[in-house]
């Protein structure tokens, strides 16, 4: 059965930094990317970062580029995202989901398959 548990969010305020972990069970990770998405309050789900099935290729979007860093540990089964120079509008539920193949090809949410349940991430003094 394939799971993802996603931890670490919480409040901090603007200029801090967080570290979401995303623990996967019920497939081997190597042959799989691992996306985070986010849906802030009022908003839509967006894309935030992915990494590759073996960890060499990590994408992110433009508006955390310089402040956010996906890794994952396969061996641990877990990936990471560390999160630094937080703004107010990184506030939301972050989630991370599953591909069905080893690359990143963007974030339409219909091409993963299996996603988490959410952690909250507040960015406020």
């Known amino acids: 059965q394939v799971q993802l548990v996603e931890s670490g969010g919480g409040l901090v305020q603007p200029g801090g930094s967080l570290t979401l972990s995303c623990a996967t069970s019920?497939?081997?990770?190597?042959?799989?990317?691992i996306g985070w998405f986010r849906q802030g309050p009022g908003k839509e789900q967006e894309g935030v970062s992915c990494?590759?099935?073996?960890?060499?290729?990590?994408h992110y979007v433009d508006a955390v580029k310089g402040r956010f860093t996906i890794s994952r540990d396969n061996a641990k089964n877990t990936v990471s995202l560390q999160m630094n120079s937080l703004k107010p509008e990184d506030t939301g539920v972050y989630y991370c989901a599953k591909r069905p193949v080893n690359f990143c090809s963007g974030y339409i949410a219909s091409s993963f398959d299996y996603w988490g349940q959410g952690t909250q991430v507040t960015v406020s003094s």
């Open positions: 990494i590759s099935g073996a960890g060499t290729s990590a």
């Open positions: 019920g497939f081997t990770m190597d042959y799989y990317a």
